[in-house]
T-cell receptor, first 112, second 115 residues
Framework: AQSVTQPDIHITVSEGASLELRCNYS??????LFWYVQSPGQGLQLLLK??????LVQGIKGFEAEFKRSQSSFNLRKPSVHWSDAAEYFC??????????FGEGTQLTVNP | EPEVTQTPSHQVTQMGQEVILRCVPI?????FYWYRQILGQKVEFLVS????????KSEIFDDQFSVERPDGSNFTLKIRSTKLEDSAMYFC?????????????FGEGSRLTVL
């Protein structure tokens, strides 16, 4: 069965610092990988996605993620965090025609 | 930009009452989903719907739940007799089709509070 693990429940960084949110997955087939962001009281917004090809993908708001098949990871990064990035971040995996499975989320706090 | 819309944004109901949550998926999309998120927990899959029938459902989606696409635009989730543990944010999502990448487009959610 597919599963997604986000090891960090809560991360705090200072504004302007770099950020890396971890995501590990377990999947029998080659998965599609996603990062979604959820601001308080809001829905889920897609940040970026990986399907195939270049393992480093660029997303919105200056985020990027790198797919590492050997490590079954898809970590999200941002070189310089802004206060508006404070939110909850969800990694998700799926295959064509099937459901998405979400990780438990990482809550990001940004200190001024 | 087309978006998934959900109503109501917040509903408060008494335990045992029926609730219908409504969604208008993006117009040319073919696959529809309901997910839920209990406060402080992860987003959980409930059901997927394609070609006017359920294509997949989770163990959460028991006989108390049903989905329907009553017309060409709406997609509804009905909870027949609500329980306290049904309190959650319910997200509707849609995507274009199998040949397209698996990205789901989510609505902003309907918060259900069962008292």
């Amino acid at each position: 069965a597919q599963s997604v693990t986000q090891p960090d429940i809560h991360i705090t960084v200072s504004e302007g610092a770099s950020l890396e949110l971890r995501c590990n997955y377990s999947y029998g087939a080659t998965p599609y990988l996603f990062w979604y962001v959820q601001s308080p009281g809001q829905g889920l917004q897609l940040l970026l996605k990986y399907f195939s090809g270049d393992t480093l993908v660029q997303g919105i708001k200056g985020f990027e993620a790198e797919f590492k098949r050997s490590q079954s990871s898809f970590n999200l990064r941002k070189p310089s965090v802004h206060w508006s990035d404070a939110a909850e971040y969800f990694c998700a995996v799926g295959v064509v025609g099937s459901r998405l499975t979400f990780g438990e989320g990482t809550q990001l706090t940004v200190n001024p | 930009e087309p978006e998934v819309t959900q109503t109501p944004s917040h509903q408060v109901t008494q335990m045992g009452q029926e609730v219908i949550l409504r969604c208008v998926p993006i117009s040319n999309h073919l696959y529809f989903y309901w997910y839920r998120q209990i406060l402080g927990q992860k987003v959980e899959f409930l059901v997927s719907f394609y070609n006017n029938e359920i294509s997949e459902k989770s163990e959460i989606f028991d006989d108390q739940f049903s989905v329907e696409r009553p017309d060409g635009s709406n997609f509804t989730l009905k909870i027949r007799s609500t329980k306290l543990e049904d309190s959650a944010m319910y997200f509707c999502a849609s995507r274009p089709g199998l040949a397209v990448t698996g990205e789901l487009f989510f609505g902003e959610g309907s918060r259900l509070t069962v008292l």
